[in-house]
């Protein structure tokens, strides 16, 4: 079975984080520049946002792989293999339901109602059968248009090919799934918190 290795992060997040990174370079600058000595008070909390835009909006991703998928969130980091997942979600962002729980990808949340309100019965042709609910039903960010539905359906795609073609049949390898912590961002943040309130209070 030929599989196409697909890396998805959203545009508008990473040109929002080098926006927003770029911004708070210049702030650091011209802060140096008119007080240097101000600046060890006041230069933390524009670290701190600029780490926060890079964590938020630049880091998150999903890469859709042959033996599972890799979600990048702000974090953490998770691999989940094809057989451990029991269904896909789309009602916050797209979501991995696995038996172990929710694997909520931060690249792909669920539009916003702006966006919802332009969707024709034609953006839903072609849902796989595992989208719909007990009734049938589908949700505005199953279509095909969103980025939150489109790449549901391509991971519903090949998740029901593999499916039905018994690849599941051996069962789910515990150890397949794989959790990474960001230590270093959580730290990074932790440590420019603390300094902004020292600065901000001497």
Request: a positive charge; aromatic letters at 8%.
């Amino acid at each position: 079975m030929s599989f196409q290795e697909v890396h998805y992060r959203p545009v508008f997040g990473r040109i929002l984080a080098v926006v927003t990174v770029v911004v708070c370079a210049l702030g650091v600058v011209a802060v140096i520049w008119s007080d240097p000595v101000s600046a060890l008070r006041y230069v933390w909390p524009i670290l701190l946002v600029a780490v926060l835009a890079w964590a938020l909006f630049w880091r998150p991703s999903l890469r859709v792989q042959q033996h599972g998928i890799t979600v990048e969130n702000v974090l953490r980091t998770r691999f989940v293999p094809w057989p451990a997942i029991t269904a896909i979600d789309t009602r916050y962002s797209l979501t991995l339901q696995t038996a172990d729980g929710r694997v909520p990808v931060w690249a792909a949340p669920a539009p916003g109602r702006h966006r919802t309100l332009g969707l024709a019965p034609k953006d839903f042709d072609g849902i796989g059968g595992s989208a719909r609910g007990g009734a049938g039903e589908l949700r505005p960010a199953d279509a095909l248009t969103v980025p939150s539905g489109n790449l549901a359906q391509l991971i519903r795609g090949h998740w029901e090919r593999l499916r039905d073609a018994g690849a599941f049949a051996s069962g789910v390898d515990p150890e397949a799934s794989t959790t990474t912590w960001h230590w270093a961002t959580m730290a990074s943040l932790a440590a420019l918190a603390v300094a902004t309130v020292v600065g901000l209070l001497i």
